[in-house]
């Protein structure tokens, strides 16, 4: 198969497009020490739906319903530990808000900022 000088340059330029497009989102997750904070951590939908014990379908009503919040980057869905913890303190029972906090322990600066709140 022939491809000429042409059609071989739009390819090239498509494919260094996309390269880019895909290293801006790899940098933006690698730089999330400068965005969020030290200790805050990011869920993706697989991680929260083992945590929580639901579907990925209970993860989007729950988004579309704006009860929990969420980002997009490179049309994955991310979640902040804060948000979730704050999602399942009050929209779960009880012994789900353990469990994730077995799994998922607050920071230590999280547990003093309450404590001064309170």
Do not use: C
Request: glycine share 2%; net charge positive.
């Amino acid at each position: 198969m022939y491809i000429n000088n042409e059609d071989f340059e739009k390819w090239m330029a498509k494919l260094s497009k996309k390269l880019n497009g895909i290293g801006q989102d790899l940098k933006s997750l690698i730089n999330t020490k400068e965005v969020f904070d030290e200790d805050e951590k990011l869920l993706d939908n697989q991680d929260l739906a083992f945590l929580l014990k639901v579907s990925y379908r209970t993860l989007q009503r729950y988004r579309s319903s704006k009860k929990l919040p969420f980002f997009m980057i490179a049309h994955k869905t991310y979640y902040r530990t804060s948000d979730v913890r704050e999602f399942v303190h009050s929209h779960m029972d009880f012994q789900t808000y353990q469990d994730f906090e077995k799994k998922r322990p607050k920071p230590k600066d999280e547990n003093k900022k309450d404590e001064k709140e309170e």
